[in-house]
């Protein structure tokens, strides 16, 4: 004969050392599986081959050593690096660069682009020198009037529709913006340690105008170089914050495709 079993089970003690368990927050990524973004990365390839395309036809119009001095070219040829990166991952499904990098790539060509319009393609700008590539004042012709607009107006454009357009919003923060700094500071430094090691009279010894030492003296260059850092760094607080304040243009196309296998549910109880 078996005992009854009772209606009402006492509660048992809770057991002490067991830590309770706190909600976890899936993340996206481990939900909505990787879309590929064939438009994103056809547009980054196109840019990539455009801006590599201007700087081998300025490697092989000049001195490649001098033409690899410009700020202009290294930036191009890091953001055809950056964007060739970028279209991979976009045709892939893969995730997206660290945005300290783009970001930093982004600030780059768009100084490289208002530089040049601001500073020496204005008629009203003391240091004027439309032909910066060619080291001539006058303004550059053939192939080397082709490859000035597309390193200095065309790819920084590039690079600001494809942030506007084809990335997602709020990637940006202002603890990596001032290391994007760094980059500047050392460029300003091999400039003037160039100049200073060859010889005077040498063509293109100093490749800016705002950077010759021998035609305005430190003073007047040190005070360029701070107030071009300073404008530099209030465009990297301000692509920041425009980052967090623009619109997500990828939202209302990734809502339309493919969806997840599963929905997550609410615990029962």
């Known amino acids: 004969m078996t005992a009854p079993i009772p209606r009402d089970i006492p509660d048992l003690p809770a057991i002490p050392g067991i830590p309770v368990l706190l909600p976890s927050h899936v993340p996206a990524s481990a939900v909505v599986p990787p879309v590929r973004r064939p438009l994103a990365a056809t547009y980054r390839l196109l840019v990539a081959l455009i801006a590599a395309g201007a700087v081998s036809v300025e490697l092989a119009l000049g001195s490649p050593l001098r033409t690899l001095s410009h700020f202009a ?15 991979r991952r976009a045709g892939t499904a893969r995730r997206p660069l660290p945005s300290a990098l783009t970001g930093a790539t982004l600030l780059y060509v768009i100084v490289t682009g208002l ?3 601001v500073l020496l393609a204005n008629e009203a700008s003391p240091y004027m020198l439309s032909g910066v590539l060619t080291g001539e004042a006058a303004g550059p012709t053939g192939w ?18 494809d942030w506007l357009l084809l990335t997602a919003p709020g990637r940006l923060h202002l603890r990596p913006a001032a290391t994007w700094m760094i980059y500047p500071l050392t460029y300003l430094t091999f400039t003037l340690v160039r100049g200073e090691l060859l010889l005077p009279g040498t063509p293109g010894r100093y490749l800016y105008p705002f950077l010759d030492v021998a035609h305005h003296g430190y003073r007047s260059i040190l005070a360029n170089a701070l107030l071009i850092g300073l404008t530099s760094y209030a465009l990297a607080i301000l692509l920041v914050a425009l980052d967090h304040a623009r619109p997500n243009p990828l939202r209302h196309r990734l809502r339309h495709r493919a969806k997840t296998g599963f929905r997550l549910q609410p615990p029962v109880g």
Do not use: C, G, K
Not at 73 to 87: F, G, K
Not at 144 to 161: E, G, K, N, S
């Open 73 to 87: 070219i290294q930036s191009n040829i890091l953001l055809a690096v950056v964007l060739a990166l970028s279209a």
């Open 115 to 117: 530089t040049y319009h």
């Open 144 to 161: 080397h009037a082709i490859t000035t607009q597309v390193l200095h107006t065309a790819t920084p454009i590039a690079a600001l529709l």
